[in-house]
């Protein structure tokens, strides 16, 4: 259109109107902004891929500690050798030293709720450090500052940028918490203690092109957030106990017997759990192992891991058995657990359910990479850590089977994609979860159920005047709200996405790119929105700020439907805060139907939008989402059945 034209009609509005003038009519423009700042760098593509200057810091550790099982304490002595990869020299690096969680004046401690929380613990805790050693160049600096969980170190000479490496060594020690915050802890069986370790040893926080040092103390409900590298690894325990652990176990024939090691290499041909120790063995050192006194030091290695955790008793019962990888290679599921969850109702499935999730996943979005994955019965109700999972001794039958698949799930969120769970909880619980209701249809031919999809079983959460939005960070999460803003309402956004918004072809290509692009990187959520985006084609603001940001809800409806010479029309109303396309499913008279799609589109300029039904066929009936994927806060209006 010519300029003169546009200008002669805006003159013809603005005479006609200016008489009658009021406040504008707004658009729905708002609902389709951006979310936040999403431009890309050099670092971090505007793709939502690493840019071509993408850059983080590294951290091998070799780590030798023994249990005190009179005591309950554990020594250690750790030497980490960190890689400065940023462009900018550092003066120091900050450190967590985690266990100062069980102190009485910790901050975590300190912001506990007195009434029930599951991140309540021990108290009588603590890490002692001594011996602390930073070397650059030049003399090593024994400096260092602890403040709560982080522990800062100074270098006497910076570490270099682009490649410099410091070496950092000392000694550390604590006492095992009983309760450890529902992550850790001792579980008191009748054949001994069983010991989940973990925040076990002084870890480097991350340095990153975004926060820079990131530094959040340990509370609670945030969990981790972690740089890779390369761990090796030997825990020393009294001779009777069984050591399961992250990673490879490189000395086996030094701490099993022949028979154990045969049984071992039976366990990982088998495709059906194969037991290394049986409920009868439990305490027969003698068949199980070569030592039969003093202590035994068990030697592991993990590669290209966040992080490494353990378990150690000597009531474990052991089986393992074959996991089959896309590739062809092979790793070995595992579980322990003592002889009174030993039944086929109980922990008997263990393994099956530890090999069935891993073998899944690997199918699903990408390659599980780890030697082993481990299931141990623990005193914790659930928690993850790369290879590792401490899952409830009390679980059984399905509930046994979700644990078990939500905690090895997060070997892929946020093991292998190495979010930040201290501030984004949704970028691990919530695709996680969203994971696990694929792996649970596909269980077994569905012997368990998940009601993930059933979005409208949450609509009165929806609804709640107290609820609050995913983006809270999960240390300022009310507690009745954490599993809904970091679980449920992500992992439901994500299914919406795949089956009612893009399609599985569409939205698969998408989230395998982003696995694959941020594989033991430090995605943010700009990395994530960014990615899915560019892969599937397919502009998304309008879905990031209405499901990932804020309270606001889903609410469609039927306003009228009128029959015409040939043709219906049907008018949708969108009544909610967020806009979503319309998917309805039409039946006629003559009882056939066609489902149709209205693209997101049309709540650009209004919230009201007629629809042509080009039939000549009367309508008997419409329905708005007929697969019942949405959480539509008011179903009453979303369908229309013709009277007689």
């Given at each position: 259109m010519k300029l003169k034209t546009i200008k002669l009609l805006f003159a013809f509005v603005l005479i006609g109107h200016t008489a009658f003038a009021q406040q504008a009519e707004p658009n729905n423009q708002p609902k389709f902004d951006d979310i936040m700042y999403r431009r890309g760098n050099v670092y971090?593509?505007?793709?939502?891929?690493?840019?071509?200057?993408?850059?983080?810091?590294?951290?091998?550790?070799?780590?030798?500690?023994?249990?005190?099982?009179?005591?309950?304490?554990?020594?250690?002595?750790?030497?980490?050798?960190?890689?400065?990869?940023?462009?900018?020299?550092?003066?120091?690096?900050?450190?967590?030293?985690?266990?100062?969680?069980?102190?009485?004046?910790?901050?975590?401690?300190?912001?506990?709720?007195?009434?029930?929380?599951?991140?309540?613990?021990?108290?009588?805790?603590?890490?002692?450090?001594?011996?602390?050693?930073?070397?650059?160049?030049?003399?090593?600096?024994?400096?260092?500052?602890?403040?709560?969980?982080?522990?800062?170190?100074?270098?006497?000479?910076?570490?270099?940028?682009?490649?410099?490496?410091?070496?950092?060594?000392?000694?550390?020690?604590f006492k095992i918490p009983e309760e450890g915050m529902d992550r850790m802890g001792q579980l008191e069986t009748k054949d001994g203690i069983i010991y989940s370790m973990a925040q076990w040893y002084p870890r480097v926080a991350v340095f990153d092109d975004v926060t820079g040092w990131n530094t959040e103390p340990y509370l609670g409900a945030g969990e981790f957030y972690l740089e890779y590298g390369n761990f090796d690894y030997k825990i020393t325990v009294p001779y009777d106990h069984i050591v399961v652990g992250s990673g490879e176990l490189v000395n086996a024939k030094e701490v099993l017997s022949k028979e154990l090691l045969n049984r071992w290499e039976k366990a990982a041909g088998s495709d059906k759990a194969?037991?290394?120790?049986?409920?009868?063995?439990?305490?027969?050192?003698?068949?199980?192992?070569?030592?039969?006194?003093?202590?035994?030091?068990?030697?592991?290695?993990?590669?290209?891991?966040?992080?490494?955790?353990?378990?150690?008793?000597?009531?474990?019962?052991?089986?393992?058995?074959?996991?089959?990888?896309?590739?062809?290679?092979?790793?070995?599921?595992?579980?322990?657990?003592?002889?009174?969850?030993?039944?086929?109702?109980?922990?008997?499935?263990?393994?099956?359910?530890?090999?069935?999730?891993?073998?899944?996943?690997?199918?699903?979005?990408?390659?599980?990479?780890?030697?082993?994955?481990?299931?141990?019965?623990?005193?914790?109700?659930?928690?993850?850590?790369?290879?590792?999972?401490?899952?409830?001794?009390?679980?059984?039958?399905?509930?046994?089977?979700?644990?078990?698949?939500?905690?090895?799930?997060?070997?892929?969120?946020?093991?292998?994609?190495?979010?930040?769970?201290?501030?984004?909880?949704?970028?691990?619980?919530?695709?996680?979860?969203?994971?696990?209701?694929?792996?649970?249809?596909?269980?077994?031919?569905?012997?368990?159920?998940?009601?993930?999809?059933?979005?409208?079983?949450?609509?009165?959460?929806?609804?709640?005047?107290?609820?609050?939005?995913?983006?809270?960070?999960?240390?300022?999460?009310?507690?009745?709200?954490?599993?809904?803003?970091?679980?449920?309402?992500?992992?439901?956004?994500?299914?919406?996405?795949?089956?009612?918004?893009?399609?599985?072809?569409?939205?698969?290509?998408?989230?395998?790119?982003?696995?694959?692009?941020?594989?033991?990187?430090?995605?943010?959520?700009?990395d994530f929105f960014n990615c899915m985006e560019n892969v599937a084609g397919e502009n998304l603001n309008w879905f990031w700020r209405g499901w990932f940001k804020g309270t606001g809800n889903i609410n469609l409806g039927i306003t009228n439907v009128a029959d015409n010479a040939g043709y219906t029309t049907i008018t949708f109303a969108d009544k909610g805060d967020i806009p979503m396309p319309v998917r309805f499913k039409v039946v006629f008279e003559d009882n056939t139907s066609e489902t149709i799609m209205l693209p997101v589109e049309i709540w650009h300029r209004q919230n009201e939008w007629d629809y042509i039904l080009s039939s000549p066929k009367k309508v008997k009936s419409i329905d708005i989402d007929p697969e019942r994927f949405l959480p539509d806060i008011d179903m009453k209006d979303n369908s229309w059945i013709r009277e007689n």
């Open positions: 971090r593509s505007a793709s939502g891929v690493p840019g071509p200057q993408y850059w983080q810091n590294s951290a091998d550790y070799v780590i030798e500690a023994e249990l005190d099982d009179k005591t309950n304490i554990l020594k250690g002595r750790l030497t980490m050798t960190y890689q400065n990869n940023s462009p900018e020299d550092l003066s120091f690096i900050w450190m967590y030293v985690e266990q100062n969680r069980f102190k009485s004046d910790s901050r975590g401690t300190l912001t506990t709720p007195m009434q029930y929380s599951r991140y309540a613990g021990d108290t009588d805790g603590g890490m002692a450090i001594t011996g602390l050693s930073a070397k650059t160049t030049g003399n090593p600096s024994a400096k260092y500052l602890i403040s709560d969980t982080r522990m800062q170190v100074f270098f006497n000479e910076p570490l270099k940028a682009k490649g410099g490496k410091a070496t950092i060594s000392m000694n550390f020690e194969t037991y290394l120790i049986s409920p009868e063995e439990v305490g027969n050192t003698k068949l199980t192992r070569p030592v039969q006194n003093g202590k035994v030091t068990w030697h592991f290695k993990m590669n290209n891991s966040r992080d490494i955790a353990f378990a150690t008793s000597k009531a474990f019962i052991w089986d393992a058995a074959k996991i089959n990888l896309p590739s062809g290679k092979k790793a070995v599921a595992q579980s322990v657990y003592p002889a009174s969850v030993a039944s086929k109702s109980a922990w008997g499935r263990s393994t099956e359910y530890t090999k069935a999730s891993i073998e899944h996943y690997s199918q699903k979005w990408f390659e599980y990479p780890y030697p082993s994955a481990v299931n141990v019965a623990s005193n914790v109700g659930g928690m993850e850590y790369p290879g590792v999972s401490f899952c409830s001794v009390r679980s059984f039958g399905a509930d046994l089977w979700d644990v078990t698949d939500h905690e090895f799930g997060h070997n892929w969120f946020p093991m292998i994609v190495g979010s930040n769970e201290r501030r984004y909880a949704w970028m691990d619980e919530g695709f996680n979860t969203f994971i696990n209701y694929y792996s649970t249809v596909n269980f077994n031919n569905g012997e368990y159920t998940s009601d993930v999809a059933k979005s409208l079983n949450r609509v009165q959460w929806f609804k709640w005047k107290n609820r609050e939005g995913i983006d809270t960070y999960p240390d300022v999460a009310k507690s009745m709200n954490l599993a809904f803003t970091a679980y449920y309402k992500p992992a439901t956004g994500m299914i919406l996405l795949r089956e009612y918004i893009l399609g599985h072809e569409r939205f698969d290509n998408a989230f395998k790119a982003y696995i694959k692009a941020w594989a033991y990187k430090h995605p943010q959520p700009t």
